[in-house]
């Protein structure tokens, strides 16, 4: 696998030989996008927060991997963490920050040891002044969104605000601060080194109703089917959810691109695959998602907090079997309302899944219901 | 200029101008609840959503800078469904309770409600139940009717840095509560009500004092009320009348037709005040000694002070605030003069404050005033009454503890005290009685202004901070000995008192100005304007107090400070 090549410095001795100019030209031209979902070109944002003047700037390390089905950054946090490293404090050093963050997903604590390993021998044998800190999360998905996690390394509740400013311009204690998945990081060191690298790559983590799920790495446009078929499905496969933000749709060929993928109502994402066979009720995954984001909203806006709890009573009354058709519309409604007004990304995803479920399957949400 | 549409209608706006903001100038008044002009914009309540050409989801409007060339629809078919379906869902866990209500009538849930023509409810299932939190003395919350605008915590953590209250848990289950668990009793709360006037719901109001009073009023016990400074400027609000109109007279009047048997003014010991004050302030100012010094008329104020800065409390006055100094007398030297006992006249204070509530429940106060009614209260009892306030005659204080100055018309409003104060110490300071006497750079609404005035070759830096961030930050420079001033006021309330947590709402920056002129009128009208020359407050001096700041005086009109925990 690409992303497992270790580079040993090597990266990091020829960033410094090619300077903060030599940096960004190199990741701009190989093409560099970020791993978390956005595919926002790294160079760029790395350039915003050059533009910004502080004397003060950040470098927060994404490793809040919440995201339903999605373990890739888990992988590259094991395997190669050297890597990451050197990756920070590459982008540290040339957007000049002094001090980096590692905000690690509360439930991959146990990786800490690990991570804090990597990081003194990569400071001792690189010599780099870069501070390199490890957050670990309390366990909020919303953590994820870049704004909760400056709130949350502030030490306030993990909530998100309002963009702009974006935080490469204000971020961290109102400091520029470059925001960066694992992923990402890993890859700076490999797109800086490596003539071969290929930014085409990307890990896809397989898992549901498979017999062999794990990370898969394949360029962007990978079949589908090719991609499901590795898991070995033990029964037919009825239904894909990408993660539980992306949606899901039924089981059919297409070439995983983010555009095929949105032909299909749904958002690839960080190339999470959760495969779902036709011994499983789309609606028990609505129900079961469903709870996830009605206990993972925030708070803070109206139509997340109230509406994730509305549409977990909803389903809830489908199951029961009390439920009639007009109860589906009106799933629908409030699902579209809250991905329509809700304040930050998770608000306005968390309903993905239900949007395209009743678009989809939506005959198993009305077998359930009454007659009338 | 930025040139947009709004409804199809061409504007104009401000670069950084919200859409919220230009449609209001233009006349559309688009619904919200988080929004506050004095708290950063959070985009919360979702309710303030419009359409934007070209842009697939609904925005914030409150938190949306306009654009060149933007065209927004505030109300298209699609933003009035979703701006109902929010309403929907706040009010699918909302108690609903509203004829039993406080806020009825006066609820901006329930006024969007009737607006947007709300009579079904599409959401059912769970409702979020609290116990009401009676622990307080001032504030009562009622978290079953909260919709989780924010206001009021950031109010508290961001303005006042108070940090009594703060939101909790997740989703479904967010809740707005004192930390670990405690009761608003229990919490660093100073009673200061700033967050009642900014909840826009029944769930933070005032504690009720009214039955107290109905009950006192059927009593065969001597009734007596005051009245502080600003009532008389904002009360008229509570029966419709416009912001800023004076009502003194017919307050007078409608009281004594509630039944109390003597009405006083708190002005009175508002000039009574100055002249301690100043006493204290000259004194020090000569020794050069515990400069600055703060005044001590807002009991939010002081609760914060012996909170947070306790050592650096003997910046305080010793001075009593008026309506401490009008308690005293009344129960001391008053009530000797009718021959009655302290303990069968019941004393009323209308007060446009929470925290009075809790001032006269202090101990060192026992015995004085008997209950706090707020201009609110106030209303509402006169409603309960019966009473036709508008239509009232007018009529003037009882004596002797009725005659004010201009001075003590001003209390009410930030800056007031400070200017009452200089009046005062530059006269004595110079042995003259100055015509100068008009202190307008300390009169606008920012939260911190300054006066100096140099008296026989010496400069006297006096300095006015309203809410209780402001003061903070002037402590810490006091902490840090870098305080350049010799003289400050603080007031917790944003504007002073005419924006104190009693007042009727709302409470935003333009109707805080009317009110403002209202008492500048008063002081400007009147034919005395420095407390020393109150000929009722010599009098008082002479037959009863002896020297200023002598001993008797600081037996009745002076306090003491105490160091308070707080979590």
Redesign the interface.
Known sequence: MQILRKTELKAYKKAKKIGQKGVIEILSKKGLVGRGGAAFPTARKWQFAIDTKSDTKYVICNADEGEPGTFKDHLVLEKVPENVIEGIIIAAETIAAKQAYIYLRGEYEYLKPKIQKAISSVLKRSGSKVKIDIVVGAG?YVCGDETAIIKSIEGY?GQA??KPPFPPVEGLWGKPTVINNVGTLANVPQAILFDDWDPHLRLFSLSGDVTKPGIYEFPMGVSLKKLIELGKPKNPVKAVYFGCFGGCMPYKEILLTPENVCGQNCVIGAGTIIVVDNTHSIVDMAETIAKFY?????????????????CL?LIAKIQSGKATKQDCD?LL??AL?I?????CGLG?TATNHLITALKYFREEFEQKCKLH | MISLKINNIDVKGKEGDMILDVAKRYGIDIPHFCKNDRLERIGACRICVVEAKGQQKLIASCCTPIREGMEINTHSRRVMEARRTNMELLLANHDLNCVTCKKNLSCKLQRYAEEMMIDEITFSGDKRLYEVDHSSISIRRDNNKCILCGQCTRICNDIQTVNAIGIQNRGFHNKIAPPFGMNMHESACVNCGQCVIACPTGALTEKSDIQGVIDALRSDKFLIAQTAPSIRATLGECFGMPPGTPVTGKMVTALREAGFDKVFDTDLAADICIIEEATEFIKRFKENKDLPLITTCCPAWIKFGEQFFFEELHHMSSCRSPQAIMASLIKTYYAEKIGKKPEDIVLVDIMPCTAKKFEIKRPEFTGEADFVLTTVELGKLFKLLNVDFINLEESDFDNPLGESTGAAAIFGHTGGVMEAALRTAADWLTGEDLKEIDYKKIRSMDTLKEAELTIGGKQIKACVVHTLGEARRLLEQIRQGTCPYHFIEIMACYGGCIGGGGQPLPTDKERLIKRTKALIDEDEHKDIRKSHHNKSAIKLYKEYLGDFGGKKAHKLLHTEYYKRDYV
């Open positions: 909020a509740r605000y309002l009605a206990f993972e909203s925030c708070g803070k806006c109206t139509p997340c907090r109230e509406g994730s709890k509305r009573d009106t409604d409030l309302h991905h329509e007004t809700s304040l306005q």
